[in-house]
């Protein structure tokens, strides 16, 4: 099961395993889905619960994002890239800032 803080589900990869009304069979392969399954960022997971994912970098989602948190649909995405020169992002619950680190100079 994901771990919850609140009405937060924190999830780094299978998206089927949050509490409440989110609602999935577990995975036949779990270290292949944990590793290859991407959240749909169109889709609402849950009324009950934001999902906070990882591990898919928010260029990914779309340009707009790049570099930048995505947050729709219930949905926060904190992986900005940092890794790939983008930025380091974090997300403060209690007042729904985003901040972020200068961009990642790539060596």
Request: hydrophobic letters at 30%.
């Amino acid at each position: 099961m994901a771990p919850t803080i609140g009405r937060v589900a924190l999830d780094n990869g299978f998206h089927g395993s949050i509490p409440g009304d989110w609602v999935a069979p577990p995975p036949q392969n779990i270290q292949e889905d944990l590793i290859f399954t991407r959240a749909e960022y169109d889709k609402v997971y849950s009324d009950s619960y934001y999902l906070v994912t990882g591990h898919t970098p928010t260029f990914e989602i779309g340009a707009e994002y790049d570099g930048k948190i995505y947050r729709k649909n219930r949905h926060i995405a904190i992986d900005c890239g940092c890794v790939y020169g983008g930025t380091l992002g974090v997300y403060c619950f209690d007042t729904g800032e985003c901040i972020y680190s200068s961009k990642n100079e790539k060596e």
